[in-house]
């Protein structure tokens, strides 16, 4: 499965748990309407550096992801599916999630649809960009839909879902690039217990083994809590036990955008610049940051061509967490990129300004 709509599909499962303190969690159609209230919206970020990481033990558990650090962060949000530009593609949709995407490297909005009845489906991701010489549109479609989540959900649920991964890119509304697969996954919740999140924070959490063919074989762990974080664990060998520390090919985790992955009070553990939003924009958008020393901190904007068009910070800052409004009304449409610097680490991401 791509890794943007892995990331769609398991941003899906956030603040989904009912009211148990501790313990078996229960997952119901109830919770999942509840979390995709429109306007809630969700962080994701990546450690590509841990290799090795202690996944627990099948039953009665305990995990910590104190020690993650966040190398890219990207932001999703729940919107009403019917005032998507893309509704028409997937009509049987009660849910969106959007997104940026980079579609053959310009950058556009994504909307991942998903359908909530008896289990929460998938049936797939529509984005779409506009360049100076026509519309490039990405369609992702599953058919039969994919099962996110088989509800109501516990511990010793099991479901499987088998479907065929369709993509295709377009230009100008004729298709340059097509690409199908099948998968056929197997979901199984099989522990539970407490969870440690970076910054230290403590929640309680459910375990799900997956296996995924199409046609090889891969395996992960997603580390679900009641409190709106999910923790993927990719196993780098599909034979290393279900306990114990196996080598990985890296961690992914999701939090609520208010609070990300630790308490509102706790400082930043990692340089960090995350995608703006809205993105793309008009006129107006917000550029977040987190620096986890005091430094020299500069933020600027520049051009496609490298032009610098706007400073947004220069001057040295403590450690923390702060976002940054944009106005770019005297600016045209157009790519832009925008750069951090913080002593000695620098950090660029683009951004797109479309009237």
Do not use: C
């Not at 159609?29 to 099948?58: H, M, W």
């Not at 910054?199 to 090889?216: C, F, K, T, Y």
């Not at 520049?302 to 032009?307: D, E, L, R, V």
């Amino acid at each position: 499965m791509n890794l943007m709509l892995r990331f769609l599909l398991l941003a899906a499962g956030l603040t989904l748990y009912g009211g148990v303190a501790v313990g078996q969690i229960t997952i119901t159609a109830s919770d999942v309407a509840t979390f995709f209230a429109v306007g809630n919206g969700i962080t994701q970020n990546e450690d590509t550096l841990t290799t090795a990481f202690n996944i627990g033990s099948p039953g009665s558990s305990s995990w910590d992801f104190s020690g993650l650090q966040s190398g890219l962060s990207t932001v999703a949000t729940s919107v009403n599916p019917a005032s998507t530009p893309y509704i028409g593609e997937f009509p049987g949709a009660t849910h969106a999630l959007q997104t940026t995407v980079e579609i053959e490297g310009i950058v556009g909005m994504a909307y991942q649809y998903l359908t909530l009845s008896t289990d929460l489906l998938s049936p797939g991701l529509m984005a779409g960009a506009s360049t100076v010489i026509g519309p490039v549109t990405l369609k992702q479609s599953n058919v039969p839909p994919a099962t996110v989540y088989s509800l109501p959900s516990t511990l010793g649920t099991t479901w499987t879902t088998t479907y065929t991964a369709s993509q295709v890119i377009s230009f100008g509304g004729t298709p340059i690039s097509t690409e199908s697969r099948d998968y056929a996954e197997t979901y199984t919740v099989d522990a539970w217990g407490p969870l440690t999140v970076p910054g230290g924070g403590v929640v309680q959490a459910l375990r799900i083994r997956a296996e995924s063919r199409s046609p090889d074989l891969s395996v992960s762990y997603l580390f679900l809590a009641k409190e709106g974080y999910i923790f993927t664990v990719e196993a780098a060998d599909t034979s290393s036990p279900a306990s114990g520390t196996i080598p990985v090919t890296g961690v992914s985790w999701f939090a609520p955008l208010a609070t990300d992955v630790a308490s509102e009070a706790a400082q930043p553990t990692a340089f960090a610049l995350y995608q703006n939003y809205p993105n793309p924009f008009n006129p107006t958008t917000e550029i977040r940051y987190s620096v986890p020393v005091r430094a020299a901190v500069s933020l600027r904007v520049y051009n496609a061509i490298g032009q610098e068009v706007a400073v947004l910070v220069d001057e040295v800052q403590e450690p923390g967490e702060r976002v940054i409004s944009f106005d770019a009304s005297g600016l045209a449409s157009g790519l832009y990129f925008y750069r951090l610097r913080a002593g000695s680490s620098v950090q660029t991401r683009s951004m797109v300004l479309m009237r």
